[in-house]
């Protein structure tokens, strides 16, 4: 039941820029909770890309950056590499409804 | 760097309760500064948050399934552990254990999740 939408894909050539967008409402991204960014590789757990919208953890490289405005937000990967064909995850909290941690659909994201 | 490693059944019948371990190493689980957690993963599918835990032991969970989970913690053994109750098809998944943090822990609500375990699939099947 995720209340996160991203798409379900996007691609590019490698050295391109890509955009994933992640898109909530006004009880989890619009009530200013934060939104934090995964990676999936095929076949492995999620991998932390980006927490607290902006913010890399140590080892990943400054091609991924994320923003947030409003009830959405984005993660972009800049001059794209093989190796970041993954599914890619949003994350934020709910205060709706009980409240809870939510996730976007997910995104795969395709190296051309 | 903290690795955390998940054990359990990877198969449980209908109706029965599926319960898993996740073990903590390379550093200590009694830690204010994080929590504790499940999340599940249907084949094919997103991500689902199930509950955490703090190792005094103070839970939460899921409002869609909290009636039939629990979540508990054992210190002396560096390990929590997953309980889900009455499970059908739809509870197939890959398991992950994670610990999560945020800036302060007073308030849960900016948390993430890091590191995750390498997860286990549990299939619900007679």
């Known amino acids: 039941q995720s209340v996160l939408a991203q798409p379900p894909s996007v691609s590019g050539a490698p050295g391109q820029r890509v955009t994933i967008s992640c898109s909530g409402g006004s009880s989890n991204i619009g009530a200013g909770y934060d939104v934090h960014w995964y990676q999936q590789l095929p076949g492995t757990a999620p991998k932390l890309l980006i927490y607290?919208?902006?913010n890399r953890p140590s080892g990943v490289p400054d091609r991924f950056s994320g923003s947030k405005s409003g009830t959405s937000a984005s993660l972009a990967i800049t001059g794209l590499q093989a190796e970041d064909e993954a599914d890619y995850y949003c994350q934020s909290y709910d205060s709706s409804l009980g409240a809870s941690y939510v996730f976007g659909t997910g995104t795969k994201v395709t190296v051309l | 760097q903290q690795q955390l490693q998940e054990s359990g059944p990877g198969l449980v019948k209908p109706l029965e309760t599926l319960s898993l371990k996740c073990a903590v190493s390379g550093g200590s689980l009694s830690s204010d500064s994080y929590f504790w957690g499940w999340i599940r993963q249907p084949p094919g599918k997103g991500l689902e948050w199930i509950g955490s835990?703090?190792?005094?032991?103070?839970?939460y969970y899921s409002p869609s399934l909290k009636s039939r989970v629990s979540i508990s913690v054992d210190t002396s053994k560096s390990h929590f552990s997953l309980q889900l109750s009455s499970v059908t098809a739809a509870d197939t998944a890959v398991y992950f254990c994670?610990?999560?943090?945020?800036?302060?822990?007073?308030?849960?609500?900016?948390?993430?999740?890091?590191?995750w375990g390498q997860g286990i699939l549990v299939t619900v099947s007679s």
């Open positions: 835990i703090s190792y005094h032991g103070s839970a």
């Open positions: 994670v610990r999560h943090a945020g800036f302060t822990m007073i308030v849960l609500d900016d948390n993430w999740f890091d590191p």
């Open positions: 607290a919208n902006n």
